[in-house]
T-cell receptor
């Protein structure tokens, strides 16, 4: 069974600081996603990482993937209040039998204080 | 806006009643996924459907839950004889057919189900 673990689960940080969220998964995966969720809202796709060493950046967020370590990171640079949200990583494991559902981590609740 | 449409946004039911949740995928998408999110938890995969076919229901509870995606109309997630533990947010996602490894899943706004 594929397991996805995120840490930390809760993070409170000040504006202007840098921090990293970690996502470990238990078996070989075909693809890793990062999503953002605001309270009471749906999931917004942030990044799709396809291969070992992949790095993607959008604004103050940067995501990377190390398939050998089964680890992805989401790095926040010079945080601003608008980035407060819950961030999920999710892993797709293509079994060939049609099992295409994503397996999600529990999420990291990020609060950025002025 | 041609995004994934779910309705209702909020649904309240009493124990023992039935709940029907609807999902219309994005235009051009033929694959539908249902997920359940409990408070303070990540989303849990329930079922994956294509038109008129259930492809993978490994995440569905064995009893009371069913899903369909008919040839015409939205996908329906049906929960019979609801219990308090069914209270959750239910999200639908859709993707385009074809090479599914390269097709991202787009999520709807979810249905918040509350059981009294």
């Amino acid at each position: 069974e594929l397991k996805v673990e995120q840490n930390p689960l809760f993070l409170s940080m000040q504006e202007g600081k840098n921090y990293t969220i970690y996502c470990n998964y238990s078996t070989t995966s075909d693809r890793l996603y990062w999503y953002r969720q605001d309270p009471g809202k749906s999931l917004e796709s942030l990044f799709v990482l396809l291969s070992n060493g992949a790095v993607k950046q959008e604004g103050r967020l940067m995501a990377s993937l190390d398939t050998k370590a089964r680890l992805s990171t989401l790095h926040i640079t010079a945080a601003v209040h608008d980035l407060s949200a819950t961030y999920f990583c999710a892993v797709l494991m293509y079994s060939g039998g049609g099992a295409d559902g994503l397996t999600f981590g529990k999420g990291t609740h990020l609060i950025i204080q002025p | 806006n041609a995004g994934v449409m779910q309705n209702p946004r909020h649904l309240v039911r009493r124990r023992g009643q039935e709940a029907r949740l609807r999902c219309s995928p994005m235009k051009g998408h033929s694959h539908v996924y249902w997920y359940r999110q409990l408070p303070e938890e990540g989303l849990k995969f329930m079922v994956y459907l294509q038109k008129e076919n259930i492809i993978d229901e490994s995440g569905m509870p064995k009893e009371r839950f069913s899903a369909e995606f008919p040839k015409e109309g939205p996908s329906i997630l049906r929960i019979q004889q609801v219990v308090r533990g069914d209270s959750a947010a239910y999200f639908c996602a859709s993707s385009r057919g074809g090479d599914r490894l390269h097709q991202p899943q787009h999520f709807g706004d979810g249905t918040r189900l509350s059981i009294l």
